[in-house]
């Protein structure tokens, strides 16, 4: 029974932090302390805070250690490079006269365990140019690849996923 008391305390408390976040953060959008504003703030902030008391912050699998962390930033540097090197090779494929394009649908697997880690996977390569996550089942992820180089499972993975994974399974497990 007290297992049970300490998780309520948990949800409660987590969603009066979202509660306080959204409404903070309604306020600096808006730039005014008017009561229409406040009023507003206070409802919505606490619909979405009662609609949603599992959160919706991609910090809500986080793992909290200082491993994660570094992990963060080394996976934000390697997203941007990856953008950069994306949008520079379809760019030359797109102004090539002969358009040399290989569209197709692979499967991808990952072994990432927690929802969040896999939807920051799915949203990763979705937003790198020439790939686009079509669905996301399970530890399958099919994703359109406009320059496939290749359909088998492994080397597709290799190719997409796999330098993703390597931090989002230390951020998220």
């Known amino acids: 029974m007290l297992t049970n008391n300490k998780s309520n305390v948990f949800v409660k408390r987590r969603v009066l932090v979202m509660f306080a976040t ?12 008017g009561f229409d504003v406040i009023f507003i703030g206070i409802l919505v902030a606490g619909l979405i805070a009662y609609l949603y008391p599992s959160g919706l912050s991609f910090f809500t699998e986080f793992r909290a ?45 990952t072994k990432l365990k927690s929802k969040m880690g896999r939807l920051m996977l799915a949203n990763s ?10 669905e996301l089942k399970d530890e399958w992820i099919y ?12 080397a597709a993975t290799r190719e997409i996923v796999s330098g993703f994974e390597s931090y989002l399974e230390v951020m998220y497990g």
């Open 22 to 33: 959204l409404l903070l953060f309604w306020l600096m959008l808006q730039g005014s302390l």
């Open 125 to 134: 390569i979705t937003l790198t140019p020439g790939t686009l996550t079509v």
């Open 65 to 109: 250690t200082p491993e994660a962390f570094k992990a963060g930033f080394r996976y934000y540097a390697y997203f941007f490079k990856e953008l950069v090197k994306s949008n520079i090779r379809l760019a030359s494929v797109v102004l090539s006269p002969s358009l040399p394009i290989n569209p197709g649908i692979v499967k991808v697997r």
């Open 143 to 154: 994703v359109h690849w406009v320059l496939m180089e290749s359909d088998d499972i492994e």
